[in-house]
């Protein structure tokens, strides 16, 4: 035999508090809402017959604004983001390894298992990923190739005779020209060969030291 | 609300979910127990509802858990536990609050109550 009055107060109260939630997920919307009804039903057996208007009203007042409820309840999921996650797990090691040296035991294939596990991580900003993803596409895969393309040196070359039919005629002549490509082209490969080597390791470290740096930062449950 | 007021509440929201571990260290407790215990706190607790957003925070934080219990006057009621880790965050601002009071009181030492 409760009140109509103080019923439709409930009534409202949880429709509005609906209505606040809706960006919320649907099944959280309708877990959060059975508590607060469940929270307003136990407050209500404590009063005689359920409470009249003025007192279920107070009561209402002391569970709060609605939206207040529906605000917290959004800032429930802002909290999936990295900084609540554990960090430097596997993934994140693996990830570390295979960037720099996948690309030597599977060119590009090695390297891009890192990119895949490093995307996957959540322990880095999409910028730190970004970084880490182009400095530099490959890894050590193009070490080997950066090598051998400044050491040999295009500074030879070999001509072969052709008779008028585009037969060989005689033996390939080779020459080394020695600094066929002059100076400037040898230190340019020679800047390229550094950067080649430097930056997949600086890339490595510098995710390294992101990491360590973030899982000091204490996390607390915040409000 | 003031710059004053709104730095309080922050304050003391920010204290909340370590009240409410507090207050489950001896036993499981409901919900409705817990803002209970809490509204007996001045100022503690503003609004008793959002004592559930914050416990489903504290759920998915791993710091609790929680047991839905078949209730003979009604719909099954959900009460709340710690965990291990619950218990050590507890632990840890526990330390970290003390020394921040400490500090803190010491600085207001002269203020005129």
Redesign the interface.
């Known amino acids: 035999m409760t009140d109509p009055a103080a019923d439709a107060l409930v009534g409202d109260f949880l429709d509005v508090l609906q209505d606040e939630l809706a960006a919320v997920p649907a099944e959280r919307r309708r877990e959060l809402t059975a508590e607060i009804a469940g929270h307003i039903a136990q407050a209500r057996a404590e009063l005689p017959d359920g409470g009249d208007a003025d007192e279920v009203a107070l009561l209402l007042d002391r569970i709060g604004d609605p939206a207040d409820i529906a605000r917290d309840a959004r800032d429930e999921d802002e909290h999936e983001a990295p900084p609540q996650q554990r960090r430097g797990g596997w993934i994140e090691g693996l990830a570390l390894v295979l960037l720099p040296l996948g690309g030597l035991v599977i060119p590009v294939i090695g390297w891009f298992a890192g990119v895949v596990l490093l995307w996957a991580s959540n322990a880095w900003t999409t910028r730190e990923k970004l970084v880490g993803t182009f400095v530099i596409p490959g890894g050590y895969s193009f070490l080997l190739a950066g090598t051998l393309l400044v050491t040999a040196g295009p500074g030879g070359s070999c001509s072969q005779e052709l008779s008028p039919v585009g037969e060989p005629i005689g033996s390939e002549v080779c020459t080394d020209t020695g600094g066929g490509v002059g100076p400037v082209v040898e230190v340019l490969l020679l800047v390229l060969l550094v950067v080649l080597l430097v930056a997949p390791i600086a890339s490595a470290l510098f995710l390294g030291l992101r990491l360590r740096r973030r899982n000091r930062i204490p996390t607390l449950v915040g409000a | 609300m003031t710059d004053d007021e709104a730095r309080l509440t ?1 304050l003391r ?2 204290t ?3 009240c409410v571990l507090a207050l489950l260290r001896d036993q499981p407790r409901y ?2 127990d817990l ?1 209970r215990s809490l ?1 007996e706190i001045d100022g503690l607790m ?5 004592i ?3 416990l ?3 759920r ?2 791993r ?1 609790v858990r929680s047991t839905l219990q078949e209730s003979p ?3 099954p ?2 009460y709340y536990e710690l965990t291990a880790d619950g218990t050590e ?1 507890l632990t840890g ?1 526990a330390a970290e609050w003390r020394a921040f009071c400490a500090a803190v009181d010491t600085l207001i030492a002269e203020v005129p109550r």
């Open positions: 922050q929201r920010g909340l979910p370590y919900a409705f803002v509204a503003t609004s008793e509802g959002t559930y957003p914050l489903n925070r504290l998915r934080d710091l006057t009604g719909p009621r959900r965050a601002f």
